[in-house]
Structures are given as structure tokens and as C-alpha cells.
């Protein structure tokens, strides 16, 4: 059975940090890229980050370059989302995202993690 759990999310201020983890199973984790979404009230689902499986190479999104890091642990089959610098904006949910395409697309999602930055 395939899944992402991901944990980490809570409330905090702004300019403090939060580290997302995503926990995955039933899967071959290392052969997937790995991403990181969020949605916010009102708001389409937007990609945060991205993690390659063939080089661990990382895109962001404009809006959180040099605050997030997004990175892996193919041992652990786990990924993670260390942000700094959290801006009331950064408020949403935030879910895993596991995608691979060979043959055909493979493609897994946690059920996500509220993260709220208020003061």
C-alpha cells in the first residue's frame, strides 16, 4: 500500500522555521522525484520545490527561493522541507508529492500538513 505521511506542520510566527517531513512506503522511493505543494485558502495549489531522483538536483518557486530547502534521505525514504524566514503568505497546507515517469506516469500524494505563520 503506498504512502506519504507528512508531519512537521504547525503554528509559529513570523521569521521562524518549521521542518516538513514526508514519509514514504509501498514504493520505490529512490526511483522518484519528490516535491513539495501547498494550498491556501481560496488559492489553486502551487509547487514549492522539487527534488530530482536521478541527480537530487532541487527547483523552487520564485516566492521561496533562499528560505526553503527542499532534500532527501533515500535511506530513511523520507523527504523534507526545512523553511526559514516564514512569511504570513507561507500560510497553508502543504503536502508531499511523489512522481515518476517511465511508461507510464506514477504519481503519489500525503494528505498534507496545515502551516500557519501568524503573529
Known amino acids: 500500500q503506498v504512502q506519504l505521511v507528512e508531519s512537521g506542520g504547525g503554528l509559529v510566527q513570523p521569521g521562524s522555521s518549521l521542518r516538513l517531513s514526508c514519509v514514504a512506503s509501498g514504493f520505490s522511493f529512490s526511483l522518484f522525484d519528490m516535491a513539495w505543494f501547498r494550498q491556501a485558502p481560496g488559492k489553486e495549489r502551487e509547487l514549492v520545490a522539487r527534488i530530482t531522483a536521478y541527480d537530487g538536483s532541487a527547483n523552487y518557486a520564485d516566492s521561496v527561493k533562499g528560505r526553503f530547502t527542499i532534500s532527501r534521505d533515500n535511506a530513511k525514504n523520507t523527504a523534507y522541507l526545512q523553511m526559514n524566514s516564514l512569511k504570513p503568505e507561507d500560510t497553508a497546507v502543504y503536502s508531499c508529492?511523489?512522481?515518476?515517469?517511465?511508461?507510464?506516469?506514477?504519481?503519489?500524494w500525503g494528505q498534507g500538513t496545515q502551516v500557519t505563520v501568524s503573529s
Open positions: 508529492n511523489a512522481r515518476r515517469v517511465s511508461v507510464q506516469v506514477y504519481q503519489y
